[in-house]
């Protein structure tokens, strides 16, 4: 998928196709906690619900598992080895994952960078087409 670089702030084109990374404590999502869904910005694909967000106290949005649309890659940039996480359809750099995350939730910190995200409420999900995504709330 061919991202029109347009239809993305620079901050997000930064993210999402160049694997960047936002300021912590900084970004919109970190300590955004209203119910909903957060979806691929380039392509909207479902990404987490914010049932399974946490605060790690880390400057970046936390969740516990992904909803669907994950895929996981090597990470040896930066002198580190780290497991990045990408978007499925767009493969859109969205953060990392960890394994310092709660243990009564799997375990596992997925670190996602705001920008990487936009933010479904729950009673807009009909509205904006994510209307098989209101039972996970039940």
């Given amino acids: 998928m061919k991202t029109n670089?347009?239809?993305l702030t620079s901050l997000q084109y930064y993210v999402t196709?160049?694997?960047g990374t936002e300021a912590p404590f900084d970004n919109i999502y970190y300590q955004h906690f209203e119910k909903?869904?957060?979806v691929d910005i380039v392509s909207g694909e479902v990404l987490f619900s914010s049932l399974d967000k946490f605060d790690s106290d880390c400057g970046w949005p936390s969740f516990s598992k992904p909803v669907n649309g994950i895929k996981e890659v090597k990470d040896n940039s930066y002198g580190m080895n780290r497991t990045e996480v990408r978007s499925?359809?767009?493969n859109s750099h969205l953060g990392h994952v960890f394994n310092d995350g709660p243990r009564e939730s799997g375990g596992l910190r997925y670190c996602i960078n705001s920008a990487s995200l936009r933010f479904i409420p729950f009673d807009d999900l009909e509205k904006e087409g994510y209307q098989?995504?209101?039972d996970i709330f039940k």
Wanted: charged fraction near 35%; aromatic fraction near 14%; charge should be negative.
């Fill in 132 to 134: 098989e995504y209101i």
């Fill in 88 to 90: 499925i359809d767009a």
């Fill in 5 to 7: 670089k347009n239809k």
């Fill in 36 to 38: 909903g869904i957060y």
């Fill in 17 to 19: 196709q160049e694997n």
